[in-house]
């Protein structure tokens, strides 16, 4: 299967039925899974033969889900999780402990930069962020001798901004730890990170891969490329037995294709329980037989509105990385060749009074806190997610008070931009 390419692994990948078997993959919807010897099913708690017990630690309709993604990926080994925030913990908790020291762009989404510099602060793991704009002295400035990993998003959101990824990869490598890279908005039909030397990607399903507002969920892929033995001291969870799972050591066991997953899934997974439904993994499945077909029009919906955007005299900026005029544009054209994504942020000349009458003006675009989805919807964070800022801090968060983040939907683009035409002129 991966021998194709990935318009037919969106499709196909993941699934083959056998003869007489479901077309379509199967919702597994129990908890359990019955056996007809209790030594056959302690070799499952071993880890000592593949199978299923428990849908906390693995359900089939979700394997064959992450099997898609991971091949999509490009990866070696993949898992589902209840949340993209789930995702991203998990697969930073993974590699990290109390004591332990993470390097992050600082260009992110804001409920990672929470749970990064608030929540995992809290455990001991401290944090220092960098501009995705950095030199490579700067970024090497940044790690210390307890770094167990680097951060970053291909497409941040929502400030829009394009990593780096193989600056952020040789830096990380140099250090002796691996990249993880958050590919949600730019999914793997615009970006494979692991192509560029990532090592880890994660995703909010929730996003472009449901794609329809159906089910919060998230995947963890693993590259399988990083040496874990060749870094042994540093990553101990992986390399020495994990006492809590027979004695097992991971990266024995399974060797740098297995180690990562295998380890999130029977201790992390295991502990946490956020665990995707069946029935969501269903959904999501559905959204991602067509990815490849909606991100290409997201995309072109994006650049034709951003298009018309910056020649209009009521804007006064427009942030859309396929805009020549973008400084993130050269970035792009190398790491996103064939789009990013449907997600454009502009300012409103008459900051947060004008940028709240454009949006109750709009009569196609919905209000909402979302993106990436099939109906084009905006948000002004001024009077909603960063409505407790002052104009002040706002400007100096780089948001704006007359910021409006517009996700453009599958729609007809010259509908979109009517929309937006008339709302515009309904601001003084
Ligand atoms: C939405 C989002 C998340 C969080 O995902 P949830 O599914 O909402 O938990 C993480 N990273 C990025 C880039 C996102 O856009």
Not at 61 to 77: F, Q
Not at 81 to 105: E, K, P, R, W, Y
Not at 221 to 236: E, L, R
Not at 360 to 382: F, G, M
């Amino acid at each position: 299967m991966s021998d194709y390419q990935l318009e037919t692994l969106c499709v196909n990948a993941g699934y083959t039925p056998g003869n007489g078997e479901p077309r379509q993959i199967p919702i597994i919807q129990s908890t359990t899974f019955r056996y007809e010897s209790g030594e056959e099913m302690g070799k499952l708690f071993d880890l000592e033969a593949p199978g299923y017990f428990y849908t906390r630690l693995q359900n089939p309709t979700n394997d064959m889900v992450a099997a898609k993604i991971c091949a999509l990926e490009g990866g070696t080994a993949a898992m589902l999780t209840s949340s993209g925030q789930a995702a991203n913990f998990l697969a930073m908790f993974n590699l990290c402990s109390c004591g332990d020291h993470i390097v992050a762009s600082s260009s992110i989404y804001g409920g990672t930069f929470n749970l990064i510099s608030v929540t995992m602060r809290r455990m001991g793991i401290d944090v220092t962020f960098v501009s995705p704009d950095c030199t490579d002295e700067e970024l090497d400035a940044a790690f210390r001798e307890n770094t167990k990993l680097v951060f970053g998003e291909t497409i941040a959101n929502p400030a829009l901004t394009v990593l780096d990824i193989e600056q952020f990869a040789s830096a990380a490598h140099r250090h002796g730890v691996p990249l993880i890279v958050d590919n949600t908005f730019a999914t793997p039909v615009n970006c494979r990170p692991i192509a560029w030397g990532a090592d880890i990607v994660t995703h909010s399903t929730t996003k472009y891969m449901d794609g329809h507002g159906t089910g919060v969920g998230g995947a963890i892929v693993d590259s399988g490329k990083f040496d874990w033995m060749a870094h042994a001291d540093c990553f101990p969870g992986l390399t020495t037995p994990d006492e809590s799972y027979h004695g097992i050591t991971y990266a024995e066991k399974f060797g740098n294709a297995g180690a990562f997953i295998t380890k999130c899934t029977a201790q992390l997974m295991r502990d946490l329980g956020c665990i995707q439904s069946p029935q969501n993994a269903f959904y999501l499945n559905l959204g991602l037989e067509s990815l490849h077909v909606r991100m290409a029009r997201h995309c072109e919906n994006g650049q034709a509105v951003a298009e018309y955007l910056e020649k209009h005299p009521k804007i006064t900026h427009v942030s859309y990385c396929g805009l020549p005029s973008d400084p993130y544009y050269a970035r792009a054209q190398k790491y996103l060749p064939k789009g990013s994504c449907g997600v454009v942020s502009f300012e409103i000349r008459g900051g947060r009074e004008a940028a709240a009458r454009f949006m109750n003006s709009l009569k196609l675009a919905a209000i909402e806190t979302h993106v990436a989805d099939a109906r084009t919807c905006c948000l002004n964070p001024a009077t909603t997610t960063h409505r407790q800022m002052n104009d002040e801090q706002l400007a100096r968060a780089g948001v704006p008070a007359g910021l409006v983040r517009m996700s453009c939907g599958l729609e007809n683009a010259q509908d979109l931009i009517a929309d937006i035409a008339q709302a515009l002129e309904n601001i003084d």
